[in-house]
């Protein structure tokens, strides 16, 4: 695999083009993007800088990609990396900086001269800023090393671009355009400045286990397709991707002893896990509990099915964990996962569940040592990946794979997870004689804090990038314990979710859909002007301010010197009597104050009508059914907001909606 250029020196040629000269190997072909035209071009290898081009401030570690605005293009270039350690010899890093630099020479990244140009590059700015992106030059981070390994051969002269797996090559949207031109034109091979990302997680220890040294590796990809927030996207869509999808592989390595930094035994694990394959939603409506929405669409079975046999072609055998509670609101869900995982029939699919709150109650989670039990039998057939230097073909293959969902995919399945790939390391590290087989793998002290700390670091990232805040229950990832302190940490971490899933993800969905081509913007700013505008009805703009001022009024009436107190109580009551009716007036309207995303509005979602099952209509203004609200109240702000003159450009006034496959 031909490895990408590590470390780029950057020239500005007054505002004629920018200039990639590779730090290293001397002589390399130069990247030059002249600004104008859009042209990307390799120049002679021999180029000379023009006298007239700058030396750019910073180095370039890698370019991000290339996204278009409503008023420019922008390369977006790694200004600075950690280094998070050494994956079989090769640096895996993380990009911590990022640098904009505009095409348009007359468009300025400070002071944007339109406020749709300043909020979209706001959203591009919050997504580098919160991501976890992880890439290496000469390793291929987005594939498990078993599918390496099967590949290696066909691997050899073929760049890192067309050899990354599409669902975790989180930045190949922005790299459309140098991947087009590599395509279309040999003779401008770009591959060695495409640097494939992925958003997940990377972490890494070195423990010693009866004097033999063992290096664990725990890293996450998580896939770009149907990427969002926790209750913006739930479920399938019609191509049968799933949201909150993460492959996990769990990399155990056995170094020589005279040879530390060369493998003697490479042992890997994967998992999976991903939302329920069901249209479903959960309508945030300011209530704790939002409301379930299951749509049974005409092509349900076929999305169900198609998601299955993809993930069975990729993985081979699939064990299904179902950890949603079979009662309460949870158990519409748990009843369509099972319906139409039967009416998929697809063959290699066996399916588990399991009831994580019922079976574990009082803090008692160690019985999920009872999953284990049930699941045994499969994870000893479906086996491991295992590699011995010495041996020409692997001892043994992973021909299976776990696949655990909960509601939100993070906290109940990050503790069913932990576990099972604790069970199988106990496995390997038996067969790779590094433990003998009457050990328990818990008794030895230095790998057992290993690998909760891995486990525990690892959900939470996962969970920040969907939920807005860590994972729950970590304690017992961290500890083996479930404590009081930590039920108390959930309730914070609960709390923090509700505020930001409610009041800020709106924001954080428009992000993953611009960057990872979702949404795609059209030149000019008035196309996009429902970004910057609040159209809904005056009155529901209003009461919040009204709620603010009556608070600051009570507050004010606490302070400042008293007449009498006849005079207070109609003061207190009065602004008391505020405060109550606009609360109430606000959780009867709560769907109307929920931040939604706007680049691709859920009003299909909201709005639905057909068959299926809905919990209620909360926060809809006075228990009116979504499909019969009259126009201007309850949430058809969002539909006449991006509503435009002629129906027919709408999809091109509000940008295409597509993935780069």
Known sequence: MKPVHERLNLYTNNDESYIFVPAEPLGATPLVVHRHSGDIVLDAPNFTIPSSAKRYKKTIYGIFGLISLSQSEYLIVVTDRQVRGHLLGHPIYRAVDFDILPLDPGVSISKPSHPVETHLLALVRSHLSSGHFLYSYEFD???????????????????????????????????????????S?????????????????????????????LQLYLISRRSRFRAGTRYFRRGIDHDGHVANFNETEQIAIVPYHAD????????SFVQIRGSVPVFWAEINNLQ???????????????????????????????????????KGHEKPVKEAYERYVEKANVPQVKYQYFDFHNECKHMRWDRISLLIDRLSDGLLQDGYFHISAKDQEPLKWQLGVVRTNCMDNLDRTNVAQAAIARWVLDLQLKAAGVV???????????????????WSDHADLISKAYAGSGALKTDFTRTGKRTRQGAFDDFKKSAFRYIRNNYFDGARQDAYDLMTGAWISRKG????????????????????????FSLFMILAGLTLPRTSDYSLV??????????????????????????????????GVIHYNGPGFRSGYHGTGFGLDFGKLKSGANAQWMTRGIRRVDKQIEEIELGSKRHVD
Not at 442 to 453: F, G, P, S, T
Request: hydrophobic residues 45%; glycine residues 2%.
């Open 141 to 183: 981070i987005t594939r498990r090393l078993q599918a390496q390994y099967v590949a290696k051969e066909n691997d050899v002269d073929k760049a890192m671009w067309e050899t990354a797996d599409d669902r975790f090559f989180w930045n190949k949207f922005l790299h459309s355009r140098f991947m087009d031109i590599s395509i």
């Open 525 to 548: 700013p008035s196309s996009a002007l429902f970004l910057i505008t609040d159209t809904r009805p005056l009155i529901l703009r209003a009461v919040p301010y009204i709620l603010s």
């Open 288 to 326: 704790y509990k939002p409301d379930l929405q299951i749509m049974d669409l005409q092509d349900s079975v076929d999305a169900a099915r198609r998601h299955l046999k993809e993930q069975v072609s990729l993985y081979g055998d699939q064990n299904l964990v179902n950890l949603i509670d079979q």
């Open 570 to 603: 109609y003061y207190f009551t009065l602004w008391f009597t505020l405060v109550v009716l606009s609360t109430i007036f606000i959780l009867i309207h709560g769907i109307d104050y929920v931040s939604w995303p706007r680049l691709i509005p859920l009003t």
């Open 436 to 454: 003998a087989e009457k050990d328990v793998l818990d008794q030895h002290e230095e790998i057992d804090v290993a690998l909760r700390e891995m």
């Open 185 to 213: 034109d040999l003779k401008n091979d770009l591959g060695p400045y495409i640097l494939p990302m992925i958003n997940g997680t990377f972490d890494t220890r070195t423990v010693m286990v009866n004097s033999q040294k």
């Open 260 to 267: 530390p930094n060369e493998a003697a035994t490479t042992l």
